[in-house]
């Protein structure tokens, strides 16, 4: 990229040692002996949930799925309403590392690291549940193309065969982008440790980074390339999972705005678990400086756009709804608005359009505290837009016989909240051993890095060789 | 990969499949699992096994019944049914085969082969077919020979075999003293019962008495006569708490003689009944009623009979009736006074039936809508060429007069000796069962009675409440009670004998008609019952009576060997029937009509026979407690139905607790606001609420609780059938879900709304006037674009193409279809929770809707089993094509290959199939007939499986299959003989059952088959036919034959479900 | 503390990684793809029968039909084992006193079976149908092997699911006239696919492979 677009968000501190600082501030985090007490109380919590949600989990598999509220009409409940949400969750990550880097977006330097990391965690949570939720979970692999004695193949017009492949792509190319990130980072650890065993461990990771300009030149080409991969797969992971329900004849799935809808509602999703998780993590990792205001401002306004698009959505499905003069399908979306799951229509409604307006307000978009309740609310909401979708269409289907009302049992709500124990229990992983910023990425659009690229000499002493490479790097 | 599956197959996707292994007993009896006989040596270490071992090869061999070799073979089946796996560690389970030592002449093993036989309830009898699989019966069908089935069987009859494999079935004699139970024998008992004897033949038997059911049987009939001449003293009283005496009493009234009532709804033009629900099993020949009324409800043939029903709550024949009139029970004694005066006036009554009643004045005769009712219901009646051509039933709850009302009122009309019809009963008491039983509790409580044998009956737990049999029985020095289960009045007894299962038994009973049904059993006796008659042979001085010697001394016209073995093979004896009679009408003085028959203060409560269980005696059939009720829908339960106008008025809400007064006594239970029900009257069914029932119906002492509440804890002589001024308290809404399968909760406005949208889409209905004017005209009810499909159709259906067709017009709704399927398919039982929760696993469901303002809703059936969509959108969404088309059009579902993705339910659009959410089999009924377990109750329950059908396990989707092992086996057996399948050789389990015949099943590509036919028909359409699924099963509209005069009546076309 | 990279003899491993990761899976499926197919588990099952009955006795060398014994198997689902009483027919005449028949005659006076052990032991939710197949041309020995060469009986073919298919998508390899079902060394004349493909045609044979065909 140019390198005349210095980034103009990461604030001060200018001058020689700046990357030094950068550098310091991040690597901080995984180098202290002792974390913020505030990890360690929420690590500690992290692992209860988690365990409540093994312990659910367990209890399913060992019982059978009846363990959960799943009945007729209702055959998927919370497991699958968990799944969709977590995708849900998983977009942001790699729509800020490819699609922005793409878009030459450099301020997504600043949280693209975390935001990635969030989506592999959010898919590893999502791929949880369509495992468990089968009726016998120890035979899966019936939806594998395994050649067998019995002469069977999966049946590939099922969406759920889709979903088995687009997800796992999604999975393998995050994880993928996400580590390849890392690599200099890790070196920058590695060059840092001041034990043996972090010395080899990031040494190991490290690939053998050297921060050669032949290296950095490979890797920006291979960065590029791997982000172009990415970039469809945002928009097709989550179209395949619409197609679960639009594929289906069900009045209130069977409608062709769902994979637009299902993306944009994802991104939305995602960048609002983004602030969530963002707004804690500067505060307590020190990280205002990298990660500041002017960040969090032009997510929120992502926030807003996508909350619209979600909105209209909505109202598109209305629309369709009376225009097509289909009779069971205005019934249901009546039903859905004014049945008996109204109160989850309008909390949705109001989590995902109305809340998210706040934000047209500049005390507010820039407020970190108001930031991340609105995220709150908007995840909130996007896993009762799920909710709907699946309950309220199923319970109000073509034969009014077969129409019921679904009741969530306790270990519905053990296994939700469970999953979030996972989540975080990764993520704080994460947060204590891994690089959350992209040091080098940060590096290269900082101020010094122009300055850098003026008097390359001055900062020889900064240690990794890498820093200042990737200037030049892309420059070339 | 292949053994990694076949171990999965083993352990787990049907290691059920060993559930099996009574089927593959079955052919085990000569094949397949050997661990039947390592099982069976297991068996015979424990007692009960030694004992009926024993009993069973000392069978002397003309007490065989012959063509059974199977049964005589008892032994290796029960081996058989208990195939035990121990799983191997390289290979899966070894197998075992147990060849029969000796095999008889012409038996095939692994193949299943129907006997006659017959059930008694109530004195009336119903032949029956019995499956038998190897020797064991397995499934129960109506007896086509039999006047009262033609092949049909009602739910009860065909759970009943559930109940002969029922572990809490007694097993041995138990002795009782101060309250210490003592196990003790047959052998025991025999001397007892000789001290007994020889005390009371010196006394010339006074001080014994023989409390029995009601039974037909002519040999027990015998018997009776002489133990009444062996004890001149002895008394004898006959009690059947769902017995009413009206149209016994009614008879003696009118004709001054008990005569029997036999209706030919076949050649009724028009038929009027009074409480009278003549299609229901439970009512005198029910099941031929159906046949004959249905019969006249086919518009094709350009008429159509008109049916008025008047009564207090929804019934079978409500859903046929082209008028209803909801009105009191306690109301109808009015109305039918009011018909009999008017009707007089019209008819030239001749001199010697004396005067009519007089017009009662009641108000809610004046009513603007029950006065047009009734003059439309006279001007049909009295229409010319409806004389003689009409029916008027009057139900089992009214009282003598209003059944001698209905006696004169079909003389008047000219319907005797053309349309009803009179036959002796000889065998009828002098008095209702109440004032026998009611004598025999005095003497009790008098001492008078110091020996007391009940034939079966429950006595403790369903006398009238004010009679408290309990405390009397306690005052009897020497009680003997022979029933199958340990019951209430078992654990008052000083003596219980477990009695022997129908299937168990030899035996004969008489059907409404007179017509004489052998009963023979399937299978020696688990448990070492014995029969009523083989009991009263034993008072008689026989030591070790002899079942079949005894049946066979009573018909000595049988004695020949070929003809009781061909009258064994029917079933029925041929001409065995009582001589009709024309008997002579009295004139009939007015009747008094009180206060409460005139008026509408205070509230009516109705005991009515339950539909599934009857008085109680299933209350521990699992299959009869599951069973959706035809009307509310509720399984595991009964409630208190009531009206919603009177529920308003009461205070009370739907699914409220409530609790009802009367006398003093009380009982709560659920109330559930039942549309279409009479305002003012409430209505509860007998046989709930047991404490000693069993591990299903109920078991306080294993603190279990009884399912439902006991109607019969309020329930007094003389308030026997409909009680008055009872007091409804609500306790407002407990926490409680409703064990209900259809509308569980109310769905609200918007439903409502959206419901009666729809109904007329889905329940097509027209009157028979639209019909002749526009044969079609069901085509036009929906409107749908052309109907267009993206593919080709992938099969062309060349050689069968299955197909089904559902006539709504004759579906009565009375559910047994949903438990010959059952039955059929080895479809468990989920419990009270677990349909609570809307996780119910009957593949075929009746769907049923009202229609019109809720205070007088039409109700309409709508039998829904999967309907093998030829465009199937549960095929296309399974991921791993565990559910297929076939090349006949099926939907194929292969349990072993479903890993319970359940999305093939979410796109099903008649929502038909079914998940195992848990391992029913094991979880709720305990059967674990593929894990191993030393628990013999385990076994025996496992003998019900039918090994035609895999048996399910935990995780997997299932649903109808349109019977394809039927479809296979026939296709088959017909291939080896090179000849074609004629149509109706496949029946389908519901098709088989069906009394009305409202169900057709066969091949749409055989031109001449009836259900090629009925499809092509104008008035058959297919449900949700718009969403281009093609679905194979097709309805034939419902259509009405409504008097132009009540037309209006239809108007208000708000519906509602 | 010099830089962690990686020392000179890491270099070897990349080569050993690559080998292990491109080797390792080719060997695992081939290790399951043999290992777990029914044509090694299975095939060769030869459990202890109670009774050392001979095959190659009866149906070799005395020329016994398979359907004397077997007779149910052309009106049933199951080829049934004969009742003691059927080897009595012989036996009470010949080897009367033979220590190896005394669970026979044990069986044949109390009237309780021998427990042979099945050796062709489909699982439960298999339906298949003896007759179906022997009635329409397909030989005993086409799923069974020489039993008439068999001293104890062995499982000499996979019966698995995929065996069954690949008869009923072509069947033409495997059909017999009808009469020549037992006869255990029948052989086509002429081309065998010409000459099934002849009878398949003649007996208007056309094996389902619909699901319900076998699962119920």
């Known amino acids: 990229m140019a390198i005349s677009d210095v980034n103009p968000f990461v604030e001060p501190p200018r001058g020689p040692n700046m990357f030094a600082q950068i550098t310091d501030n991040v690597t901080r985090i995984a180098e202290v002996d002792k974390p913020p007490r505030a990890w360690y109380i929420a690590f500690g919590f992290a692992q209860l949930v988690l365990l409540m949600f093994l312990s659910s989990l367990g209890y399913v598999v060992w019982n059978g799925i009846g363990a959960w509220g799943n009945m007729m009409p209702v055959a998927w409940g919370f497991p699958i309403v968990n799944f969709v949400f977590w995708i849900g969750i998983g977009h942001a990550g790699t729509l800020i590392s490819a699609i922005l880097f793409l878009l030459r977006q450099n301020w997504r330097t600043a949280i693209n690291r975390f935001a990635e990391a969030m989506t592999i965690f959010a898919v590893v949570c999502a791929g949880v549940f369509p495992g468990v939720h089968i009726g016998r979970p120890w035979l899966p692999y019936y939806m594998m193309p395994i050649p067998n004695q019995m002469d069977m193949w999966p049946q590939f017009r099922s969406p759920l065969e889709w979903d088995i492949f687009a997800v796992s792509t999604y999975a393998t190319v995050s994880i993928l982008f996400w580590y390849m990130g890392m690599i200099p980072d890790f070196a920058t650890f590695r060059d840092r440790a001041t034990t043996t065993v972090r010395?080899?461990?990031?040494?190991?990771?490290?690939?053998?980074?050297?921060?050669?300009?032949?290296?950095?030149?490979?890797?920006?080409?291979?960065?590029?390339?791997?982000?172009?991969?990415?970039?469809?797969?945002?928009?097709?992971?989550?179209?395949?999972?619409?197609?679960?329900?639009?594929?289906?004849?069900?009045?209130?799935?069977?409608?062709?705005?769902?994979?637009?809808?299902?993306?944009?509602?994802?991104?939305?999703?995602?960048?609002?678990?983004?602030?969530?998780?963002?707004?804690?993590?500067?505060?307590?990792?020190?990280?205002?400086?990298?990660?500041?205001?002017?960040?969090?401002?032009?997510?929120?306004?992502?926030?807003?756009?996508?909350?619209?698009?979600?909105?209209?959505?909505?109202?598109?499905?209305?629309?369709?709804?009376?225009?097509?003069?289909?009779?069971?399908?205005?019934?249901?979306?009546?039903?859905?608005?004014?049945?008996?799951?109204?109160?989850?229509?309008?909390?949705?409604?109001?989590?995902?359009?109305?809340?998210?307006?706040?934000?047209?307000?500049?005390?507010?978009?820039?407020?970190?505290?108001?930031?991340?309740?609105?995220?709150?609310?908007?995840?909130?909401?996007?896993?009762?837009?799920?909710?709907?979708?699946?309950?309220?269409?199923?319970?109000?289907?073509?034969?009014?016989?077969?129409?019921?009302?679904?009741?969530?049992?306790?270990?519905?709500?053990?296994?939700?909240?469970?999953?979030?124990?996972?989540?975080?229990?990764?993520?704080?992983?994460?947060?204590?051993?891994?690089?959350?910023?992209?040091?080098?990425?940060?590096?290269?659009?900082?101020?010094?890095?122009?300055?850098?690229?003026?008097?390359?000499?001055?900062?020889?002493?900064?240690?990794?060789?890498?820093?200042?490479?990737?200037?030049?790097?892309?420059?070339? | 990969m292949s053994s990694i599956d076949k171990k999965k197959t083993s352990l787990r996707v049907l290691s059920q499949a060993q559930a099996q292994a009574p089927a593959r007993a079955a052919e085990g009896s000569d094949t397949q699992k050997p661990t039947y006989w390592r099982s069976l040596a297991e068996l015979e270490q424990s007692p009960e096994f030694l004992e009926l071992a024993s009993r069973e090869f000392a069978m002397p061999l003309d007490q065989e019944p012959p063509n059974s070799p199977g049964r005589r073979r008892f032994m290796q089946i029960m081996g058989a049914s208990m195939s035990l796996a121990g799983l191997d560690a390289c290979r899966w389970r070894e197998?075992?085969?147990?060849?029969?030592?000796?095999?008889?002449?012409?038996?095939?093993?692994?193949?299943?082969?129907?006997?006659?036989?017959?059930?008694?309830?109530?004195?009336?009898?119903?032949?029956?077919?019995?499956?038998?699989?190897?020797?064991?019966?397995?499934?129960?069908?109506?007896?086509?020979?039999?006047?009262?089935?033609?092949?049909?069987?009602?739910?009860?009859?065909?759970?009943?075999?559930?109940?002969?494999?029922?572990?809490?079935?007694?097993?041995?004699?138990?002795?009782?003293?101060?309250?210490?139970?003592?196990?003790?024998?047959?052998?025991?008992?025999?001397?007892?019962?000789?001290?007994?004897?020889?005390?009371?033949?010196?006394?010339?038997?006074?001080?014994?008495?023989?409390?029995?059911?009601?039974?037909?049987?002519?040999?027990?009939?015998?018997?009776?006569?002489?133990?009444?001449?062996?004890?001149?003293?002895?008394?004898?009283?006959?009690?059947?708490?769902?017995?009413?005496?009206?149209?016994?009493?009614?008879?003696?009234?009118?004709?001054?003689?008990?005569?029997?009532?036999?209706?030919?709804?076949?050649?009724?033009?028009?038929?009027?009944?009074?409480?009278?629900?003549?299609?229901?099993?439970?009512?005198?020949?029910?099941?031929?009623?159906?046949?004959?009324?249905?019969?006249?409800?086919?518009?094709?043939?350009?008429?159509?009979?008109?049916?008025?029903?008047?009564?207090?709550?929804?019934?079978?024949?409500?859903?046929?009736?082209?008028?209803?009139?909801?009105?009191?029970?306690?109301?109808?004694?009015?109305?039918?006074?009011?018909?009999?005066?008017?009707?007089?006036?019209?008819?030239?009554?001749?001199?010697?039936?004396?005067?009519?009643?007089?017009?009662?004045?009641?108000?809610?005769?004046?009513?603007?809508?029950?006065?047009?009712?009734?003059?439309?219901?006279?001007?049909?009646?009295?229409?010319?060429?409806?004389?003689?051509?009409?029916?008027?039933?009057?139900?089992?709850?009214?009282?003598?007069?209003?059944?001698?009302?209905?006696?004169?009122?079909?003389?008047?009309?000219?319907?005797?000796?053309?349309?009803?019809?009179?036959?002796?009963?000889?065998?009828?008491?002098?008095?209702?069962?109440?004032?026998?039983?009611?004598?025999?509790?005095?003497?009790?409580?008098?001492?008078?009675?110091?020996?007391?044998?009940?034939?079966?009956?429950?006595?403790?737990?369903?006398?009238?409440?004010?009679?408290?049999?309990?405390?009397?029985?306690?005052?009897?020095?020497?009680?003997?009670?022979?029933?199958?289960?340990?019951?209430?009045?078992?654990?008052?007894?000083?003596?219980?004998?477990?009695?022997?299962?129908?299937?168990?038994?030899?035996?004969?009973?008489?059907?409404?008609?007179?017509?004489?049904?052998?009963?023979?059993?399937?299978?020696?006796?688990?448990?070492?019952?014995?029969?009523?008659?083989?009991?009263?042979?034993?008072?008689?001085?026989?030591?070790?009576?002899?079942?079949?010697?005894?049946?066979?001394?009573?018909?000595?016209?049988?004695?020949?060997?070929?003809?009781?073995?061909?009258?064994?093979?029917?079933?029925?004896?041929?001409?065995?029937?009582?001589?009709?009679?024309?008997?002579?009408?009295?004139?009939?003085?007015?009747f008094p009509l009180s206060d409460f028959e005139l008026s509408s203060k205070g509230v009516e409560l109705v005991f009515a026979t339950d539909a599934k269980i009857i008085d109680g005696r299933f209350a521990n059939n699992a299959w009869l407690q599951e069973l959706p009720e035809t009307f509310s829908k509720l399984s595991w339960d009964n409630a208190v139905l009531i009206s919603p106008r009177t529920a308003q008025e009461l205070g009370v809400k739907e699914a409220d607790s409530v609790t009802l007064t009367l006398a003093g006594r009380s009982v709560s239970l659920l109330a559930l606001i039942a549309p279409g029900h009479a305002d003012g009257s409430l209505k509860i069914t007998l046989g709930h609420g047991r404490k000693s029932a069993g591990h299903v119906g109920g078991l306080v002492a294993e603190s279990i609780d009884p399912v439902g509440g006991n109607a019969y804890a309020i329930r007094t002589s003389d308030a026997y059938q409909i009680a008055q001024g009872v007091g409804v308290t609500s306790n407002g809404t407990v926490p409680y879900r409703v064990p209900s399968t259809q509308d569980v909760y109310s769905v609200g406005a918007i439903g409502l709304s959206g419901t009666a949208e729809r109904l007329p889409e889905l329940v097509r209905e027209g009157t028979l006037e639209e019909y002749k004017k526009k044969p079609d005209f069901v085509e036009e009810i929906v409107e749908h674009n052309p109907l267009l499909s993206l593919w080709v159709p992938p099969v062309s259906y060349e050689g069968h193409k299955w197909g089904m067709s559902i006539d709504l017009n004759k579906c009565i709704g009375c559910s047994a279809c949903v438990t010959a399927c059952q039955a059929e398919n080895n479809i468990p039982v989920v419990g009270k929770l677990n349909v609570a929760m809307g996780r119910e696993m009957l593949w075929l469901r009746v769907d049923r809707y009202y229609k019109g303002p809720p205070e007088d809703a039409e109700v309409a059936f709508q039998p829904i089993p999967c309907q093998q969509c030829e465009n199937a959108p549960c095929e296309q969404v399974c991921p791993v094509g565990a559910t297929m088309h076939s090349h006949e059009g099926l939907n194929d579902m292969i349990y072993n290959r479903c890993i319970g993705t359940r999305y093939c339910s979410n796109n099903c659009p008649y929502k038909v199939r079914r998940f195992n959410y848990f391992n029913y089999n094991l979880d709720t009924i305990g059967i674990t007939p593929y894990t191993p377990t030393d628990d013999p109750k385990a076994k025996v329950k496992a003998m019900i499986f039918n090994p035609e059908v895999t048996v399910r396990s935990r995780g997997v989707m299932e649903k109808c299959t349109f019977c394809v092992q039927r479809i296979q086996n026939t296709k088959i057996k017909a291939k080896n003989a090179k000849r074609a399948i004629p149509d109706n050789e496949i029946r389908t389990a519901c098709q088989q059952t069906c009394p009305t015949d409202a169900i057709v099943f066969g091949d749409l590509n055989d031109g001449r088959s009836r259900v090629a036919s009925l499809q092509k028909q104008p008035r058959s359409y297919a449900l949700l036919g718009e969403l281009n699924n093609h679905p194979r099963v097709q309805y034939l509209a419902r259509i009405k034959n409504p008097n132009p005069a009540l037309a209006p009546a239809q108007e208000p076309k708000k519906e509602h479900g | 503390m010099d830089l962690f990279v990686f020392p000179r003899w890491a270099n070897k491993t990349k080569q050993i990684a690559g080998l292990v990761l491109g080797v390792a899976p080719l060997y695992l499926t081939a290790l399951v793809w043999y290992g777990a197919s029914p044509k090694t588990t299975d095939v060769g099952y030869q459990p202890k029968q109670p009774v050392p009955y001979s095959h190659a006795l009866h149906a070799g060398k005395l020329g016994l039909d398979c359907r004397y014994c077997h007779n149910t198997v052309e009106d049933s689902s199951h080829a049934a084992i004969p009742p003691s009483q059927t080897c009595m027919n012989c036996h009470s005449k010949v080897w009367t006193k033979s220590e190896k028949l005394a669970p026979i005659r044990e069986s044949f006076e109390t009237g309780k079976a021998v427990e042979w052990v099945k050796v062709h032991d489909l699982p439960d939710y298999a339906y298949f149908n003896h007759s179906a197949h022997v009635t329409r041309g397909v030989g005993c020995v086409t799923c069974h092997g020489r039993i008439d060469q068999m001293e104890e009986v062995y499982q000499h073919e996979p019966l698995s699911m995929g065996w069954c298919l690949d008869c009923h998508r072509n069947p033409d390899k495997n059909l017999r006239p009808p009469e020549e079902v037992t006869n255990m060394t029948w052989q086509p004349p002429g081309d065998p696919a010409e000459f099934g493909k002849m009878l398949r045609e003649k007996n208007h044979l056309a094996p389902p492979t619909d699901c319900s065909t076998c699962h119920r």
């Open chain 1, 199 to 476: 010395r080899v461990a990031y040494g190991i990771v490290a690939m053998g980074w050297r921060g050669s300009s032949r290296q950095w030149h490979r890797y920006e080409r291979a960065y590029l390339i791997l982000a172009a991969l990415a970039t469809p797969l945002v928009l097709s992971v989550h179209s395949v999972v619409s197609f679960d329900f639009a594929t289906a004849q069900l009045p209130g799935w069977h409608t062709t705005i769902f994979p637009p809808y299902f993306v944009a509602g994802a991104i939305f999703g995602g960048f609002a678990m983004v602030v969530v998780l963002a707004v804690p993590a500067r505060q307590f990792f020190g990280l205002k400086r990298i990660i500041t205001i002017r960040h969090l401002e032009l997510m929120n306004k992502i926030i807003i756009a996508t909350g619209l698009l979600v909105g209209y959505s909505y109202g598109m499905e209305f629309f369709i709804a009376w225009y097509s003069g289909g009779k069971y399908e205005q019934f249901t979306f009546v039903n859905r608005a004014f049945g008996p799951y109204a109160w989850a229509y309008w909390t949705m409604i109001s989590c995902n359009v109305l809340i998210p307006q706040l934000h047209w307000f500049k005390a507010i978009r820039t407020n970190p505290w108001t930031t991340l309740a609105i995220g709150l609310f908007v995840n909130v909401g996007m896993w009762f837009e799920r909710f709907v979708i699946i309950c309220t269409s199923l319970t109000r289907d073509f034969l009014p016989s077969s129409w019921g009302y679904f009741i969530p049992t306790p270990v519905d709500y053990m296994t939700l909240g469970g999953s979030f124990g996972l989540f975080f229990t990764l993520f704080l992983l994460f947060c204590r051993y891994l690089p959350m910023v992209a040091m080098s990425e940060v590096k290269a659009f900082s101020p010094a890095a122009h300055a850098a690229h003026a008097h390359a000499g001055e900062h020889a002493h900064v240690p990794a060789p890498s820093h200042a490479e990737p200037a030049a790097a892309l420059e070339s």
């Open chain 2, 95 to 590: 197998d075992k085969i147990l060849p029969l030592s000796r095999r008889p002449e012409g038996m095939i093993p692994g193949s299943s082969r129907p006997f006659a036989t017959a059930m008694e309830i109530n004195g009336l009898a119903v032949g029956l077919h019995a499956m038998s699989y190897d020797g064991r019966p397995i499934k129960i069908e109506g007896n086509p020979q039999h006047p009262d089935s033609r092949g049909a069987a009602a739910a009860f009859h065909q759970a009943s075999v559930l109940g002969l494999y029922d572990p809490d079935r007694s097993e041995s004699v138990v002795a009782r003293a101060g309250g210490a139970r003592k196990e003790s024998s047959w052998a025991e008992f025999q001397k007892t019962l000789s001290d007994l004897s020889t005390g009371l033949r010196s006394a010339r038997g006074s001080g014994l008495c023989v409390l029995s059911e009601r039974s037909s049987s002519p040999t027990l009939l015998a018997q009776k006569q002489r133990l009444l001449d062996t004890y001149p003293e002895a008394k004898w009283v006959t009690f059947e708490p769902t017995q009413s005496d009206g149209a016994r009493a009614g008879s003696v009234l009118a004709f001054g003689k008990a005569h029997r009532v036999h209706y030919a709804f076949d050649a009724a033009r028009v038929v009027l009944t009074l409480d009278a629900d003549v299609v229901a099993p439970t009512f005198p020949a029910g099941l031929a009623n159906a046949r004959a009324l249905t019969r006249l409800r086919t518009p094709e043939r350009g008429q159509m009979s008109r049916i008025y029903a008047v009564e207090s709550d929804q019934s079978l024949v409500a859903g046929l009736s082209d008028h209803r009139l909801a009105v009191r029970s306690s109301w109808i004694k009015a109305i039918a006074a009011e018909l009999d005066a008017r009707i007089s006036a019209k008819v030239n009554a001749l001199p010697e039936l004396g005067a009519p009643q007089a017009a009662p004045a009641a108000a809610f005769l004046k009513d603007e809508k029950v006065q047009k009712f009734v003059s439309a219901l006279l001007g049909d009646l009295l229409l010319s060429p409806n004389i003689g051509r009409s029916v008027i039933a009057v139900g089992p709850n009214q009282p003598a007069e209003v059944h001698a009302l209905g006696y004169r009122l079909n003389q008047l009309l000219g319907n005797v000796g053309r349309t009803v019809f009179f036959t002796e009963d000889s065998d009828a008491a002098d008095t209702s069962d109440v004032a026998a039983l009611k004598s025999l509790v005095a003497e009790m409580n008098a001492g008078k009675v110091s020996t007391l044998v009940m034939l079966g009956g429950n006595p403790v737990y369903d006398a009238p409440a004010d009679l408290s049999f309990s405390d009397a029985l306690g005052k009897v020095k020497t009680s003997i009670h022979l029933a199958l289960y340990e019951d209430e009045t078992s654990e008052r007894s000083s003596i219980h004998l477990p009695a022997a299962h129908y299937l168990e038994s030899w035996g004969d009973a008489r059907s409404l008609d007179g017509t004489i049904s052998i009963v023979q059993p399937l299978i020696a006796p688990l448990y070492g019952g014995r029969t009523a008659s083989e009991l009263l042979a034993m008072l008689l001085g026989v030591g070790n009576p002899n079942g079949l010697e005894l049946v066979r001394r009573t018909h000595p016209s049988l004695s020949a060997e070929h003809v009781w073995r061909k009258t064994l093979s029917e079933g029925v004896i041929a001409g065995s029937g009582v001589q009709r009679v024309a008997p002579k009408l009295k004139p009939l003085d007015k």
